[in-house]
């Protein structure tokens, strides 16, 4: 099982991911489904170092940063001083009253807990959510394969910033190299069991017997390495 040390060298240089069209594009989707407007008061359930919160925060909304790692809520504070982070575990009962926000998003979070407890995280999500608020939940798949995303990436990149994409390939290579064996590390724990990804229906299913109605059919994201859901309360 990936300790502590893992997700803290991961964070580290997890911001590499900022530089890829797949990432920024699934980023730029999940703030889209969220329909996020001024005064919103959000959770982004896994935040990590902060990148779709600030997407949210950008477009106005209010943002509750939720995660178990206090070194990637540190660097979400580096890029927000103003940040609302809560540092917490999604496997225990969440520190918010019943509904608390207006909409909640969790991205490639769920698929690290593990499957059986998966539909009590769901539930938590349910009671903090206000009636009618939206749910917008993204997660790995299991065809999940890192190299499709980079190649999905460099394939844009050179079509789109010929001359630059070579400076950029030599300028992030060494954190790219890292993040994608500590990507490596996640698809093998997989393998193991520690780790289950999304099957084709189970966001879905998961977020019918939570309670939450007018859930969207599966969508590929992340250069198709991902799937995503919406859905009212």
């Not at 969440?94 to 698929?111: G, M, Q, R, V």
């Not at 299991?142 to 950029?168: C, D, L, M, Q």
Request: aromatic share 14%; glycine share 6%.
């Amino acid at each position: 099982m990936l300790d502590i040390q893992f997700w803290q060298k991961y964070f580290q240089v997890y911001d590499v991911l900022n530089e890829l069209k797949p990432y920024d594009d699934l980023l730029e989707t999940i703030t889209q489904k969220l329909y996020t407007q001024q005064g919103d008061l959000i959770l982004d359930a896994g935040a990590g170092t902060g990148n779709l919160a600030m997407k949210l925060v950008k477009n106005g909304a209010r943002v509750t940063a939720f995660d178990s790692s206090e070194v990637g809520l540190k660097i979400y504070k580096t890029k927000n001083p103003n940040a609302i982070n809560v540092t917490g575990d999604l496997l225990k009962p969440l520190p918010f009253a019943e509904n608390s926000f207006d909409k909640i998003c969790s991205n490639n979070t769920l698929y690290t807990l593990p499957r059986e407890q998966r539909m009590s995280v769901m539930r938590e999500f349910y009671r903090i959510l206000k009636p009618g608020g939206l749910i917008v939940i993204s997660n790995l798949t299991e065809s999940f394969s890192p190299s499709k995303i980079y190649s999905n990436h460099f394939v844009w990149e050179f079509n789109n910033h010929r001359v630059g994409a070579i400076f950029r390939f030599f300028k992030f290579l060494i954190p790219t190299i890292k993040i994608f064996y500590y990507n490596s590390l996640i698809k093998r724990e997989n393998k193991t069991g520690a780790y289950d990804f999304f099957k084709k229906g189970e966001q879905g299913e998961l977020l019918a017997s939570a309670g939450f109605k007018e859930i969207s059919l599966d969508e590929k994201v992340y250069a198709g390495q991902g799937i995503i859901n919406v859905a009212k309360k």
